[in-house]
């Protein structure tokens, strides 16, 4: 039988240590959430985030800024947040609109204070996913792991997670030949690639462990990258969408933001 890898129950038992952890603490860890625009996937992220802070004890701050905003003033805000000692977390919420340069405005964000990936911090899904994987006792070295999809927030940093967890890893994209080659192989498939449905059951095979981070909005169901209804009678663990990575993602998230607040003191 077809094991549910159910990254919501796991989100709400790690929102339980996080919350007894901030008890303890004379400061309460904060985040700020920078947001360009008001997007409606974007906004959907945010309350998730801002409900989570407030169920562990954590203070997070959402600012919202006009969609024409530019560049140098949002750098600007991003720069002091960086000298306010008070906060410990930030994220700039990704999209953002064609006049910023994405990569240019995340490095801007101090290292220590980028609680969704630098070098002090494993992005947030990144760190989900091994967190899923680890408490079903998933192993991962010396298996073969395939990752569909080569973003910069969650393809490569999840390749690169797996292989230093001494998996054997291959990483699948737009230009690679019969993927269904490709993920057939895999003993752990992460599929990353922002299109729904993209792997059926065509694309994999028995004994599989199937991480769908796919979040795709079809006729106003939010369904992932993976056809689960028929892969999930194959293989034999499956994160399902909604309810798996996403979950944990913003779990990871705030267990990073008590990484920098350790790193502070």
């Known amino acids: 039988m077809t094991k549910i890898l159910d990254g919501k129950t796991l989100s709400l038992l790690i929102a339980e240590k996080l ?18 625009g008001n997007k409606d996937e974007s906004n ?14 954590a203070v997070a701050e959402h600012v ?16 002091k947040l960086n ?32 609680v969704d990936g630098s070098a002090f911090f494993l992005p947030a899904t990144t760190r989900g996913i091994l967190t899923l994987l680890d408490h ?3 192993p991962i070295a010396g298996k073969k792991a395939v990752v569909v999809g080569r973003s910069e927030l969650v393809g490569k940093p999840t390749a690169l997670a797996l292989l230093n967890r001494d998996a054997t890893v291959t990483v699948c994209h737009s230009k690679t ?25 065509q694309h994999i095979s028995k004994h599989q462990v199937v991480i769908d981070v796919g979040i795709n909005m079809v006729n106003g169901k939010m369904v992932g990258d993976v056809d689960f209804e028929k892969v999930s009678k194959i293989v034999s663990a499956i994160s ?10 913003v779990a990871s998230l705030f267990e990073n933001l008590l990484d920098a607040y350790a790193l502070r003191k």
């Open 19 to 36: 919350k007894v952890r901030i008890s303890r603490l004379k400061q309460k860890p904060k985040i700020v959430i920078i947001q360009v």
């Open 44 to 57: 959907a992220y945010i309350r998730n985030k801002l409900k989570f802070a407030e169920k562990i004890g």
């Open 64 to 79: 919202r800024l006009a969609e024409t905003v530019s560049e140098m003033s949002l750098l600007s805000h991003i720069e």
């Open 83 to 114: 000298r306010d000692k008070s906060v410990h977390g930030i994220i700039v919420q990704l999209p953002l609109p064609k006049q910023l340069d994405e990569r240019v405005i995340s490095q801007a964000v101090l290292p220590e204070k980028a």
């Open 136 to 138: 079903y006792k998933i």
């Open 177 to 201: 030949k019969n993927i269904a080659k490709e993920t057939k192989q895999a003993d752990i498939l992460v599929v990353a690639a922002g299109k729904p449905k993209l792997i059926t059951a």
């Open 240 to 249: 399902p969408v909604p309810g798996g990575v996403g979950p944990m993602t």
